[in-house]
């Protein structure tokens, strides 16, 4: 199993006590110096992808809603790493097709063919402010996903369909990947595992906020929609990427003294909190909160039990992650940039991964 490091650029209440917006602007600021650092790290130890999101309006938590321009500064600063867009948002109202097809070429162009293309819907929140229609936006996010991938195939493209009147135009660039770069599709759930299969996508597992035993229901559809799967592009990705948060430190006591509880709570309250308030009625109108999720009425240490995050020194960490191995996750999207965690403490823990976790989990061997 290869290890991956995932980027939202949080930027955590509470800012600096100056005011605004010289207070977000500072802590916006230094969340960003610090998660360059930490990638330009993990270009060094053996990281295989970083995943940058795409999200708009997600104050406190994801400040980076400029995947592309992020991904094209890394692209300058490392040689290793792969740049992956985790994910762009797709449906037509977000972006116009032409313009995924350039940002993501141009990524790969400018690191040599290092570019992973990952594709999403988002939420309601996003949807509304954009005026993307939910009810159509997974019919548009595949669409958009094949029309990209024939503008980069076909010299010039032309295209009169449901969503979308082009001209014929030459779009540039082309990708450096032949035939482009792989194409990754979030999923949430089993259905969207089953499309994600059917139609060749890699499958960016996005719920780290359930219980493992689900994201493994999802895993087993996804791989047996993908034994019949017709490539909605040029290129097959059978693979699977799961994302939970990692936070390695020398021993278990350094990493509670470095505040992983208290950032862990902060990051599923807040989680919960932003589904609760956008998109509970859309996704789960009949569910039960407490039954849904469970572990937010429990202290942050129990999520540890849980399995569903991976915190302790090495030998712990190796353990949780081979759970995630033998499960059928192919990529660990380690979140290691998460609330209130000194930066010289995630330093670390990128440091104590490459050198010490990524050269055992090269070599482990699933038990599926």
């Known amino acids: 199993m290869k290890l991956d490091l995932l980027y939202e650029i949080d930027t955590p209440y509470p800012w600096p006590d100056l005011p605004h917006p010289y207070d977000q602007r500072t802590a916006e600021q230094q969340a960003y110096r610090e998660a360059f650092e930490q990638i330009r790290l993990a270009d060094t130890v053996g990281f295989c992808t970083v995943w940058i999101v795409e999200h708009h309006f997600r104050e406190n938590r994801s400040h980076c809603p400029s995947s592309e321009v ?9 040689e290793n790493l792969r740049l992956g867009f985790g994910v762009t948002l797709a449906p037509h109202t977000f972006i116009h097709p032409a313009r995924i097809a350039e940002k993501v070429a141009t990524v790969d162009v400018l690191s040599g063919g290092r570019c992973e293309w990952g594709i999403g819907r988002s939420t309601p929140m996003e949807q509304i402010a954009f005026g993307v229609d939910r009810e159509y ?60 299969g059917s139609n060749g996508l890699g499958m960016l597992s996005f719920s780290p906020a359930q219980p493992i035993e689900r994201t493994k229901q999802q895993i087993d559809e996804y791989r047996r929609a993908s034994e ?16 939970t948060l990692v936070h390695c430190a020398d021993t278990m006591e350094d990493a509670v003294a470095n505040g992983v509880w208290r950032a862990v709570d902060w990051w599923y309250r807040g989680l919960i909190d932003f589904i609760l308030k956008w998109e509970w009625a859309a996704f789960m109108p009949e569910a039960e909160v407490e039954k849904t999720f469970p572990m937010l009425t429990r202290p942050a240490e129990e ?13 712990k960490c190796i353990r949780k992650m081979q759970k995630f191995a033998d499960m059928g996750v192919d990529q660990l999207l380690c979140y290691v940039q998460f609330g209130q965690l000194p930066h010289e403490s995630v330093m670390r823990g990128i440091e104590l991964l490459g050198k010490e976790v990524i050269p055992v989990m090269e070599i482990y061997e699933p038990k599926r």
Do not use: C
């Not at 490539?231 to 699977?240: D, E, F, G, H, Q």
């Open 228 to 243: 019949h799967a017709v490539a909605l592009t040029n290129r097959i990705t059978n693979k699977v990427a799961g994302y």
């Open 137 to 196: 936006s997974r019919k548009q996010m595949l669409a958009a996903a094949a029309t990209v991938a024939k503008m980069w195939e076909q010299r010039y493209y032309e295209e009169h369909s449901e969503f979308l009147e082009f001209p014929e135009r030459m779009v540039t660039p082309k990708p450096f990947q032949d035939p482009h770069p792989p194409v990754w599709m979030a999923v949430t759930s089993e259905e969207s595992a089953n499309i994600a």
């Open 303 to 315: 999520y540890d039990n849980e399995d569903m995050i991976i915190v302790g020194d090495v030998d």
């Open 70 to 78: 992020v991904l094209g500064a890394l692209s300058q600063i490392t």
